[in-house]
Structure formats: structure tokens, C-alpha cells
């Protein structure tokens, strides 16, 4: 339920913590799901996201003579998301779902995690290609907003937010990039790693694949117009911030893989 205005396990909540200055608490039933009656909530669409993950091992390739190998560290890495207890706090705290009732979810999203990182799933190498190219679709791992409201709420550290991120990073190292959240990301460290600000002309452009985008900049026009005719619009020809060549340091040491060997005139990062 809420307490407070935020989800939390009221079996584990002190009263003398949850009071306010009027002696009184608020409790209410959990967020985002339907209600059927005073506290209580239907939990079938919290259900229904986590059978969407396929929540079970899915090993390819010929079967081991004897059993599937995990190694202790990355059971050890594994410890924190099967903490989960399935309570629905960070479901019920999620702001997406508050909009879109077809995201996944940080529940989800969360159990999906703890099968990509198991080394028994997927291919011989552990990677589980084939989920994370179903949760690169639309409504999954990429329309997470980074609100931090699932971190805070889960009552055993799970952190179904920082899931996501390795959820993402596990994507675009298996070469799932042809999505929007994929070429945002890329889009916006390309712009910052070049000029030092954000290019907030260019970023949604190439957010969408490029001007090739029919659809997409049709959609755009409307926010535009309405940029352009309030002294809003991005100025067309991007600036560099002062001392550029300081952020374009950092990112050659920050992010070896994407800066590295291209900085250089013909680079993104100049």
C-alpha cells in the first residue's frame, strides 16, 4: 500500500516513523493498479508483465553431459535481484505506469535482468539475444525515465532502475542499436563529447533515425512550430562550450570504447 503518499510494506513499518507532526498516518491502496476494494488492488496486470518475461532459464545450444555450470560470482551477482519478494512497490511508485499502462515495468524488467545476467541462459557465451531483442521493443527497457522512484520504494535493495541501465548496456553490447533509446543515448553523447553542450536541435532528429524519418519529423512539426514561434528554437548552427577540448579529455578517458580510437578531426568528438 501507500503510506504517506509512497508504496512501502506496512507489515514492516514502525508507526512512530510513518506519524506526522498531527499523530495521523495516510494509507492508501498501492499505486497504478486497479482497486477492488478499500486497500485492496488487483494484481493481474503486475502478472501479466512478469509472464511477458518469460521468468525461467532458456539455455540454447546442445545439451552439457551433466548439469548447467553457474559460477559462484555470478550467482553472487545474482543474489540482489532474486531479493525480490514480488511485493509490487516499485510497481506501484513507477511514474511511467502512471502514463503508459503498456510499459513492462520495473518488476519486470527486474526479473528479466536476473535471466540475461545468468550465464546458464542464452547462447554458450551467456547471451540471451533473444530476450534482449524483445525488450528493446517499445513499452520495454528503454522507456524507463530514470526517476529513481523504484530504487527508493523497493523494501530490499533490489534497485530495479540500475537493472534496466545493465539491461540496456547488455543490449547494445549484443548490437540491439536500431531503436529510438539506443540512438538517443549515442546521439546524446556524440553531442556532448563534441561540443560540450547538448545539441537539442539535432537530438530528436537523430533520436529517429535521421531525416529519412518521414513519420517521425511530420510528428516533430507541430513542436516545432510551436518552439519557433515562442523564441524557444535551438539555435541551428551549434556552439562549442569554452575550453572544449577539456570535455573531449574526459570523454577519451571516460568512454574508451565509443571515444577512443575515433577522437580526431574526422571525429565526433573533434
Given at each position: 500500500?501507500?503510506?504517506?503518499?509512497?508504496?512501502?510494506?506496512?507489515?514492516?513499518?514502525?508507526?512512530?516513523?510513518?506519524?506526522?507532526?498531527?499523530?495521523?498516518?495516510?494509507?492508501?491502496?498501492?499505486?497504478?493498479?486497479?482497486?477492488m476494494?478499500?486497500?485492496?488492488?488487483?494484481?493481474?496486470?503486475?502478472?501479466?508483465?512478469?509472464?511477458?518475461?518469460?521468468?525461467?532459464?532458456?539455455?540454447?545450444?546442445?545439451?552439457?553431459?551433466?548439469?548447467?555450470?553457474?559460477s559462484n560470482?555470478?550467482?553472487?551477482?545474482?543474489?540482489?535481484?532474486?531479493?525480490?519478494?514480488?511485493?509490487?512497490?516499485?510497481v506501484?511508485?513507477?511514474?511511467?505506469?502512471?502514463?503508459?499502462?503498456?510499459?513492462?515495468?520495473?518488476?519486470?524488467?527486474?526479473?528479466?535482468?536476473?535471466?540475461?545476467?545468468?550465464?546458464?541462459?542464452?547462447?554458450?557465451?551467456?547471451?540471451?539475444?533473444?530476450?534482449?531483442?524483445?525488450?528493446?521493443?517499445?513499452?520495454?527497457?528503454?522507456?524507463?525515465?530514470?526517476?529513481?522512484?523504484?530504487?527508493?520504494?523497493?523494501?530490499?535493495?533490489?534497485?530495479?532502475?540500475?537493472?534496466?541501465?545493465?539491461?540496456?548496456?547488455?543490449?547494445?553490447?549484443?548490437?540491439?542499436?536500431?531503436?529510438?533509446g539506443?540512438?538517443?543515448?549515442?546521439?546524446?553523447?556524440?553531442?556532448?563529447?563534441?561540443?560540450?553542450?547538448?545539441d537539442?536541435?539535432?537530438?530528436?532528429?537523430?533520436?529517429?533515425?535521421?531525416?529519412?524519418?518521414?513519420?517521425?519529423?511530420?510528428?516533430?512539426?507541430?513542436?516545432?512550430?510551436?518552439?519557433?514561434?515562442?523564441?524557444?528554437?535551438?539555435?541551428?548552427?551549434?556552439?562549442n562550450?569554452?575550453?572544449?577540448?577539456?570535455?573531449?579529455?574526459?570523454?577519451?578517458?571516460?568512454?574508451?570504447?565509443?571515444?577512443?580510437?575515433?577522437?580526431?578531426?574526422?571525429?565526433?568528438?573533434?
Open positions: 500500500m501507500r503510506i504517506n503518499g509512497h508504496a512501502g510494506l506496512a507489515c514492516k513499518t514502525p508507526l512512530a516513523l510513518a506519524v506526522d507532526e498531527n499523530n495521523t498516518v495516510r494509507v492508501e491502496p498501492a499505486g497504478v493498479m486497479r482497486v476494494k478499500d486497500l485492496v488492488v488487483d494484481f493481474e496486470m503486475f502478472w501479466d508483465k512478469i509472464r511477458a518475461v518469460e521468468p525461467y532459464l532458456q539455455p540454447q545450444g546442445a545439451e552439457p553431459e551433466g548439469e548447467y555450470v553457474a560470482d555470478s550467482m553472487l551477482h545474482l543474489s540482489g535481484v532474486t531479493a525480490c519478494i514480488m511485493c509490487g512497490a516499485c506501484s511508485d513507477c511514474t511511467v505506469l502512471e502514463v503508459d499502462p503498456t510499459f513492462l515495468g520495473p518488476a519486470a524488467l527486474a526479473k528479466a535482468y536476473r535471466f540475461t545476467a545468468d550465464p546458464r541462459d542464452g547462447d554458450r557465451e551467456g547471451v540471451s539475444r533473444d530476450r534482449l531483442r524483445s525488450l528493446s521493443e517499445a513499452t520495454g527497457m528503454w522507456d524507463c525515465t530514470r526517476c529513481n522512484e523504484c530504487v527508493q520504494a523497493c523494501p530490499k535493495g533490489v534497485a530495479p532502475m540500475d537493472r534496466i541501465m545493465a539491461l540496456r548496456d547488455q543490449a547494445v553490447s549484443a548490437g540491439f542499436t536500431n531503436n529510438n539506443a540512438r538517443h543515448t549515442s546521439a546524446f553523447t556524440e553531442s556532448v563529447g563534441h561540443s560540450g553542450r547538448l537539442e536541435l539535432r537530438l530528436p532528429i537523430k533520436t529517429a533515425g535521421g531525416i529519412t524519418n518521414v513519420g517521425a519529423m511530420l510528428s516533430y512539426a507541430p513542436v516545432g512550430w510551436r518552439a519557433l514561434t515562442h523564441g524557444k528554437m535551438p539555435p541551428i548552427r551549434h556552439k562550450v569554452e575550453n572544449v577540448e577539456i570535455v573531449r579529455r574526459l570523454f577519451r578517458k571516460l568512454e574508451p570504447d565509443l571515444a577512443g580510437p575515433q577522437i580526431g578531426k574526422n571525429s565526433p568528438f573533434g
